[in-house]
T-cell receptor
Framework: GDSVTQMEGPVTLSEEAFLTINCTYTATGYPSLFWYVQYPGEGLQLLLKATKADDKGSNKGFEATYRKETTSFHLEKGSVQVSDSAVYFCALRHTGTASKLTFGTGTRLQVTL | DTAVSQTPKYLVTQMGNDKSIKCEQNLGHDTMYWYKQDSKKFLKIMFSYNNKELIINETVPNRFSPKSPDKAHLNLHINSLELGDSAVYFC????????????FGPGTRLLVL
């Protein structure tokens, strides 16, 4: 079945550091890929998405590129801020009558001054 | 206006009780979901409804019964609550069952004592 593997956290960075959170997936066909973010005490918000190979999703300075050859969708940001501290979830979704999001285990990011 | 809302936000109850969580979306979406997030932050699909019809049921104990009175509402009723049911339950909706974005509610934190 489908699965998503994320790097284990927590990831602790100083403000303005470069961020990479690795995500790889196992799936048949061509799923859509997503990054969701969960700030403390809140629900999930879509951060960015990509629907086909080589697509790059971007939002709020975050980027991720859909790499079919490596089955990866790594999240990057050039300069993190304290306000980026949250849990980040990589997810995939197939289209179709029974589509659902399959999530990774989440990676907690802690950014310090 | 809140796009996807859930009530209650917090629910503390005793083992063996029956409880319900309500979800409403005002986005005009056709498809709604329930996800469970455990204490380790792992998120997993439970149910999905499309136009009031059940389309996903992910091997959830039959103590959990979703009900969709109309396509804007998806409620979750849980009978005979157990300690292991303690989790955060998220409702979500999407335009349809295709590859579109899922929008999440703020979550209901259930604690079974």
């Amino acid at each position: 079945g489908d699965s998503v593997t994320q790097m284990e956290g927590p990831v602790t960075l100083s403000e303005e550091a470069f961020l990479t959170i690795n995500c790889t997936y196992t799936a048949t066909g061509y799923p859509s890929l997503f990054w969701y973010v969960q700030y403390p005490g809140e629900g999930l918000q879509l951060l960015l998405k990509a629907t086909k190979a080589d697509d790059k999703g971007s939002n709020k300075g975050f980027e991720a590129t859909y790499r079919k050859e490596t089955t990866s969708f790594h999240l990057e940001k050039g300069s993190v801020q304290v306000s980026d501290s949250a849990v980040y979830f990589c997810a995939l979704r197939h289209t179709g009558t029974a589509s659902k999001l399959t999530f990774g285990t989440g990676t907690r990011l802690q950014v310090t001054l | 206006d809140t796009a996807v809302s859930q009530t209650p936000k917090y629910l503390v109850t005793q083992m063996g009780n029956d409880k319900s969580i309500k979800c409403e979306q005002n986005l005009g979406h056709d498809t709604m979901y329930w996800y469970k997030q455990d204490s380790k932050k792992f998120l997993k699909i439970m149910f999905s409804y499309n136009n009031k019809e059940l389309i996903i049921n992910e091997t959830v104990p039959n103590r959990f019964s979703p009900k969709s009175p109309d396509k804007a509402h998806l409620n979750l009723h849980i009978n005979s609550l157990e300690l292991g049911d303690s989790a955060v339950y998220f409702c979500a909706s999407s335009q349809d069952t295709g590859g579109g974005t899922q929008y999440f509610g703020p979550g209901t934190r259930l604690l079974v004592l």
